[in-house]
């Protein structure tokens, strides 16, 4: 085997090796997930140069280099976050927002709208590039196939997904089977595969290319309202329900391989953390629980706020998870000491619908129905900033993924650019 680049990985930290075997080029990925602001380059170094064959003595100096760069990344949310402005309102619209997401690069960007279309933006201009028409009614969920972003999926109340050139704006294939809204569409971590959530209680599996269904998966008993691949290999897809339960399936067979009980109400999202070994949900029962997504086990369960838990996502590190509720607040816990919290976000005057966290952790950013976003400190709870200036509640929020831009979707028909 032989070392031909080392590429960094920002978000989580880590380095993707570039290798050649047997005239192969291959990639291994290395995860850095404790790497913070004051961690020792030299001892990670040593450590990574005794582990990995493909770090030899001669790359040592081009290594640490590498680290010196990923640990000034993870800096650059200082203790009192940074500051955003308004940049651009795109407001083509003509009905409310329902979802809106970045590229990778940051440069795109897309919008769903109860009007039937999904539009692609360009983030630097505020102009519309294209807008995806074909939708018989809402287009609910939007998604690139991440990180290569050369399709996009929207999924719509006309029971149909779609899948889409971003370049030419033509739709390439439509995913049919479903007798009820799509209310979830995401793709593989490859893109190979697209998966659907619908209100007809089911999910499917489609190949991303023909727009073949390849499994449909029966189960549930409620609407089926959020979905995710594994981050990793993608053979693995969690399913979460009107029903109260959360399903685990495996990709390449149609069974279902666990489910996991404990909730009491409807669930209202669920997610993997980064390397797949945990899966967060939150529930309208007030409550968001930890599972460990190989025993299946529930690791630990938070009841902290007072209404219900609208949403939930891990941080990039997979360290941290944050949730948001009715009752006006969002709260972080610590999975690995017992779902601790952390931290306890309040200021907003109505329900938090949304939360994310940006990609070096130090913020959070939240949505409400109170027409505002927020960024928070992740550490002390403090609010940096208001995000004001929508005219409806605020249903959809996004970092992009350098961290240095936002997206809101609201009410009002718009979204906007903050940078």
């Given at each position: ?7 960094l990985r920002y978000h989580p930290p880590g380095i993707v090796l570039e290798y050649s075997q047997k005239g192969v080029v291959k990639k291994k990925d290395i995860d850095l997930l404790d790497l913070n602001c004051n961690s020792d380059i030299k001892e990670i170094a040593n450590r990574l140069h005794h582990r990995e064959a493909l770090l030899t003595g001669d ?361």
């Open positions: 085997m032989k070392l031909l680049k080392i590429h790359v040592r100096e081009q290594l640490q280099c590498c680290l010196e760069t990923l640990k000034k990344r993870t800096e650059h949310e200082g203790p009192t976050g940074k500051r955003y402005y308004i940049y651009k309102t795109l407001q083509t619209h003509v009905l409310p927002l329902t979802n809106v997401c970045f590229n990778k690069i940051g440069n795109k960007c897309l919008s769903g709208s109860y009007d039937r279309t999904c539009k692609i933006w360009d983030v630097e201009s505020g102009k519309e590039l294209k807008t995806l028409t074909g939708h018989q009614n809402v287009v609910y969920s939007v998604g690139f196939n991440f990180p290569a972003c050369t399709r996009i999926i929207t999924g719509s109340f006309d029971k149909t997904a779609k899948i889409w050139d971003p370049e030419s704006g033509s739709c390439l294939t439509t995913l049919l089977g479903h007798t009820g809204e799509v209310v979830a569409a995401q793709f593989s971590s490859k893109g190979d595969f697209a998966a659907t959530g619908s209100m007809d209680h089911l999910a499917k599996l489609f190949d991303a290319e023909t727009g073949t269904e390849i499994h449909s998966y029966a189960g549930h008993t409620a609407e089926v309202i959020a979905l995710q691949f594994d981050p990793n290999e993608g053979h693995r897809l969690i399913t979460g329900s009107f029903d109260g339960t959360i399903s685990l399936w495996d990709t390449r067979v149609n069974d279902r391989v666990s489910v996991l009980l404990g909730h009491e109400g409807e669930i209202s999202n669920v997610q993997f953390n980064w390397d797949s070994s945990l899966v967060g949900s939150a529930s309208l029962d007030g409550s968001a629980k930890l599972w460990d997504a190989r025993s299946t086990a529930c690791l630990a369960t938070v009841a902290s706020h007072t209404d219900e838990v609208l949403d939930i996502c891990f941080d990039w590190a997979g360290q941290r998870v944050a949730t948001s509720s009715s009752d006006n607040s969002a709260r972080i816990y610590d999975v690995r000491a017992d779902f601790r919290e952390l931290a306890i976000m309040k200021g907003h005057r109505e329900e938090v619908s949304k939360v994310c966290f940006s990609p070096a952790g130090g913020c959070l950013l939240t949505a409400s129905a109170d027409r505002s976003a927020r960024v928070w400190n992740t550490t002390t709870g403090n609010c940096i900033q208001v995000l004001s200036g929508h005219q409806g509640e605020i249903f959809s929020c996004a970092f992009s993924y350098a961290g240095d831009a936002i997206i809101t979707a609201s009410k009002d028909n718009t979204c906007r650019i903050w940078r």
